[in-house]
Nanobody, 129 residues
């Protein structure tokens, strides 16, 4: 049974920072891709960031590029999302997803939430103006 558990959400003022973590367990995640998505009230779940197994490839949504950084520690089975210069429009529930596929150069599938096989329960991030 694969489990993903997010943590680190909270309330922060605009311009502040938060670091989200996602702990995954239940099987070997070798070559799996990990992704971060977010969902604001009344909106679709949207792609935020993705990272390959080796961390050699990372991708970001244009809206967070330069402000957010994702990383992973396979020895500890965790993936992180460092969020800096937060804006009110970053307010959403943030989800960690795991996909049973690699992330070769030139991939585009990582932006599609339906290509992820497992999800965490989400963590709320609220940015006040």
């Amino acid at each position: 049974q694969v489990q993903l558990v997010e943590s680190g959400g909270g309330l922060v003022q605009a311009g502040g920072s938060l670091r989200l973590s996602c702990a995954y367990s239940g099987r070997t995640f070798s070559s799996w891709t990990m992704g971060w998505f977010r969902q604001a009230p009344g909106k679709e779940r949207e792609f935020v960031a993705a990272i390959s197994w080796s961390s050699s490839r990372t991708y970001y949504a244009d809206s967070v590029k330069g402000r957010f950084t994702t990383s992973r520690d396979n020895a500890k089975n965790t993936v992180h999302l460092q969020m800096n210069s937060l804006k009110p429009e970053d307010t959403a529930v943030y989800y960690c997803g795991a996909a049973r596929r690699g992330l070769p150069f030139g991939s585009t599938w990582y932006q599609n939430r339906y290509d992820y096989d497992f999800w965490g329960q989400g963590t709320q991030v609220t940015v006040s103006s």
